[in-house]
């Protein structure tokens, strides 16, 4: 990837559409906005122009911007054309544009690296910008757009400041000890607030799971015996038929899912292999898999027709939160209708569904607080926080005497922030982290 070429893609999404939007970043990007159009607009202003090919045929008129360097997305020298969204059209202009010498299409991601290259974003905010793109939901969006905008990083810059500072101070100490206006001894100044630090990033790791569900939907299994209603509660959620349902049981082999939006949160629902003992090769594999999703769930929904259900015995080894559903409503007499259970329903009459999203919704998190969307969304935050805290907690638990040792407990947790963030050692996570983009951004 040469980062002195110039890039152009079409950066609006499918064709056809009313208005296509090609985006250009590199030095040529004036020179081919003059070629192509006769002329630069003036910059951040919308001019309408005719688009030319080299041979000087028209090929559309539409708005072309230009934005000159450093003020643009990216950093360098960027321009639009905005044209009609036609296959043809389109075609035409990224042909000519892919006739000027020094220009080349961009790679997946290519805009958002180079605007990280040129300090214009950092990870977290690239990361937030790629996650707004692809969000589903208003809660996904949410997150998304305080990602993006820089909250999260703010804090991170936040931290790192604070532990500089004290490596400053201990350093200070340590060189100039002999100096009037180093303190002699850095416990009062520094310590206390590196403590106050280690439980801020703790407070923060804690809400790591609540922005994995913000980001990646609240994973729900719904389990049981073979007939239960397992797909057909999940037709049903869904309104189309997305699992195969007949009287046969071990129809289901392997896990489906669905995707809901509930109370503007991404909630993903999977259908499972029903849970008893059998001999059949195909479906003992469906069964382990149910068992492997409950492990790995935020909440079961575990449904049974039988009045006589043993609840326990079907949950196994499974121990965190489970919903006890008893299904098929309307066949069930009333006396049956209050025997330990969460909820009741039947898909057919639609008995008790409402209800039983109610119960789903009380398991979603609570975004009430001020600083509620300031949370670690991925595992790589995780892991680097946890290795800024673990080498923070090193640091206090170091004897006075050993100011160098800690002094590099706190040069390791600034390195691990920086990691977060992309401000060191972060090369070999690029290639991933930009090839999850779509061409154009």
Known sequence: ??????????????????????????????????????????????????????????????????????????????????????????????????????????????????????????????????????????????????????GLSRLYESWSKRLTHGRAMIEAELDFADEDDVPGSVA????????TLEQEIINHLAGARTGEILRDGLHVVIAGPPNAGKSSLLNHLARRDVAIV???????????????????????????????????????????????????????????????ADWKEMLGDYAGPVIRIRTKADLLPATLRDAGIDAMISVKTGEGVPELLDLVASYLPDMETGSALSLPTRQRHAQNLEAVRTHIASALDMQSGELDIQAEHLRLAGQALGRVTGRVDVEHLLDVIFSEFCIGK
């Open 1 to 150: 990837m040469d980062t002195t070429d110039t890039i152009f893609a079409l950066s609006s999404g499918g064709l056809p559409s009313g208005v296509a939007v090609i985006r250009l970043s590199g030095p040529e990007s004036r020179a081919a906005v003059e070629q192509l159009c006769g002329s630069v607009p003036p910059a951040r202003r919308a001019s309408l122009l005719s688009i030319r090919n080299r041979d000087g045929e028209r090929l559309d008129d539409g708005l072309v911007l230009f934005f000159p360097a450093p003020n643009s997305f990216t950093g360098e020298d960027c321009a639009e054309l905005q044209i009609h969204g036609g296959r043809a059209t389109v075609k035409a202009v990224l042909a000519a544009l892919g006739s000027l010498e020094g220009l080349r299409a961009a790679e997946a991601g290519e805009f958002s690296r180079r605007a990280f290259t040129n300090g214009r974003m950092d990870l977290v905010e690239i990361e937030g910008l790629a996650d707004l793109i692809a969000a589903e939901t208003e809660m996904q969006r949410r997150l998304a757009a305080e990602q993006a905008s820089g």
């Open 246 to 308: 007949t009287d046969i049981p071990g129809t289901t082999r392997d896990v489906l899912h669905v995707d809901l939006d509930l109370s503007g949160f991404a909630v993903r629902l999977y259908d499972t292999a029903g849970l008893r003992e059998t001999e059949d090769v195909v479906e003992r594999e469906g069964i382990r898999r149910t068992q492997l999703s409950m492990a790995l769930a935020h909440l079961v929904l575990l449904l049974s027709d039988d009045p006589a």
């Open 188 to 195: 009062g100044s520094i310590w206390n607030d590196m403590r």
